[in-house]
């Protein structure tokens, strides 16, 4: 079954103040996960908590090189990362009770999304929230 994304799902995370790992956030200008989590902290006042390789604060945020290591409630993972590889993102969202996981623009995984579904998080996928918030005019 193809995942359809839950207007009152995208609408509920992206007013419910929460905290958002961003998995793929670097200091790379070029990269789209810049700006992204930039917007969602800014104009939708989210805690955003980087997760790269490198464990790299950005934003002027402590960076963590795996979910595991953050320390307390994660709201929404929010996955900048190639489809071939965000199951595994997914899954690490799982386990450490993450509420949703958000697949960006171009990230797609069925099964990802429906094992993050069967363990009760919220799940929005190929999507990004500035498109989200601009179309509901959040």
């Known amino acids: 079954m193809v995942h359809l ?3 009152e799902v995208i609408t509920r995370l992206l007013t419910a103040k929460g ?3 961003v998995v793929g956030l670097s200091n790379n200008p070029a990269r789209p996960a810049v700006g992204v989590s930039r917007f969602v ?3 939708l006042g989210m805690e955003i ?3 790269n390789l490198s464990g790299q604060a950005v934003h002027g945020q402590q960076g963590y090189s795996k979910l595991a ?8 993972v929010d996955c900048f990362v190639n489809s071939a590889k965000v199951g595994n993102i997914v899954d ?3 386990s450490i009770g993450a509420k949703a996981v958000w697949l960006q623009l171009g990230v797609v995984d069925e099964d990802a999304a429906k094992r993050a579904a069967n363990a009760g998080l919220d799940v929005v996928m190929n999507t990004c929230p500035v498109i989200e918030a601009g179309r509901f005019g959040l």
């Open 5 to 7: 994304n839950d207007p």
């Open 19 to 21: 905290r958002w790992a």
């Open 41 to 43: 902290r800014d104009s």
């Open 49 to 51: 908590i980087p997760v």
């Open 69 to 76: 290591d953050i320390p307390g409630q994660v709201d929404v």
């Open 92 to 94: 690490q969202a799982i």
